[in-house]
């Protein structure tokens, strides 16, 4: 059973930095990929961006593509979501998920593991 623990939320005003780190309880590389989600009052959870297990191959979403920056250290058995130049519509809960797919996902149903979420708030 993997644990997943997120760091790194906060209130940021607009045009701001966070980093977000998800940091596993066992070895990842090559194992897992590793998917960063987000979710907003009254809306569904999305996929912002995924790292495959090899970290060799990024996906972000339209909406955060050119913003957002998804990575991984492999000897920390952490994955990292640098995000810049955030907007009031990035505030939402962020979860990372780890899960045994070939390449990557943004299908909830194909991660295993969860983390418990950290919450990003940016202030207009």
């Known amino acids: 059973q993997v644990q997943l623990v997120e760091s790194g939320g906060g209130l940021v005003q607009t045009g701001g930095s966070l980093r977000l780190s998800c940091t596993a309880s066992?070895?990842?590389?090559?194992?897992?990929?590793v998917a960063w989600f987000r979710q907003a009052p009254g809306k569904d959870r999305e996929s912002v961006a995924r790292i495959s297990r090899s970290g060799g191959s990024t996906y972000y979403a339209d909406s955060v593509k050119g913003r957002f920056t998804v990575s991984r250290d492999n000897a920390k058995n952490t994955v990292y979501l640098q995000m810049n130049s955030l907007k009031p519509e990035d505030t939402a809960v962020y979860y990372c998920a780890a899960g045994r797919v070939l390449g990557s996902s943004p299908f909830e149903k194909d991660y295993d593991y969860w983390g418990q979420g950290t919450q990003v708030t940016v202030s207009s």
């Open positions: 066992e070895r990842t590389e090559r194992v897992y990929a």
